[in-house]
């Protein structure tokens, strides 16, 4: 029996892979379906499982953040819509690194990638592989969206996407704010549905409501000790990051 834990913060998400782990010709057991970095480590610090499938960004900070307070033994298959992190990946028992959305083609290649290192017993077989498949995987071309589509009473109108400021939801409907100060409403449900239709060196998820260009911040400054007001071009009202997001943000935005 192969014990598997899925730490995601999304919900089609988790579905997504329990419904792929369940077409596989295997045991296997999902101990556990975490959302967060400290359930996470209480978990881990007291269980033994053969498999980690793990997404990046959780509800409460980044998945790092749970494999630097922890040891971790076992194999981790990072799933994320981010494409930067995957050479921290590697340095945490990463053996592969599935970016969202990703096909049932790579979840299987990867899954294959994991009995392979099951079954061997070569620690330098081991190492090699896990770097040939992050370096195959992650430096892949990857496409990202142009432009999103709007409703409008008089039909369907085209935003491009090097015309929007930023992105922000509220009660659960995403808007577009481009560059002229409109807003247009978009079809997407989630704005990580937006998230990981761009580029990630171009937009930053700044707090649960908001993602921004970077080539639309015209200023930052302090707000309080532990979060950022940032003044988007075009813009008199500040958007405001939260304090999980800001030391991220502050190397986002110097690149």
Not at 36 to 51: I, Q, R, W, Y
Request: one cysteine or more; charged letters at 25%; proline letters at 2%.
């Amino acid at each position: 029996m192969i014990k598997i834990v899925i730490i995601e913060d999304e919900i089609p998400a988790r579905k997504k892979l329990k419904r792929f782990l369940e077409e596989l010709d295997a045991q296997i057991n999902v101990s556990a379906e975490i959302d967060n970095v400290a359930t996470a480590v209480e978990f881990l610090k007291g269980t033994s499982v053969d498999l980690i499938f793990s997404d990046i960004e959780l509800l409460d900070g980044n998945a790092f953040d749970i494999y630097r307070q922890i040891s971790i033994s076992c194999p981790i298959i990072f799933t994320t819509a981010y494409d930067q992190f995957w050479m921290d990946a590697f340095e945490s028992n990463g053996i592969a690194y599935l970016l969202k959305p990703f096909s049932r083609e790579r979840f299987q290649k990867a899954w294959d990638k994991f009995l392979l290192l099951r079954n061997s017993s070569s620690t330098e077989n081991k190492q090699l592989t896990n770097l040939t498949n992050l370096i195959e995987q992650n430096f892949a071309k990857k496409s990202y969206k142009k432009r999103f589509t709007t409703h409008t009473n008089r039909g369907l109108l085209f935003v491009d996407v090097d015309k929007i400021a930023y992105f922000g939801a509220n009660q659960g409907v995403i808007f577009a704010f481009d560059t002229t100060g409109k807003r247009h409403l978009l079809s997407e449900l989630t704005l990580k549905e937006i998230e990981e239709q761009l580029d990630p060196s171009n937009f930053f998820r700044i707090n649960r409501s908001e993602l921004v260009s970077k080539p639309q911040v015209e200023k930052i400054e302090r707000y309080t000790k532990n979060t950022l007001a940032i003044k988007m071009k075009g813009y008199t009202s500040h958007l405001l990051t939260s304090q999980s997001s800001t030391a991220s943000f502050r190397e986002w935005i110097e690149k």
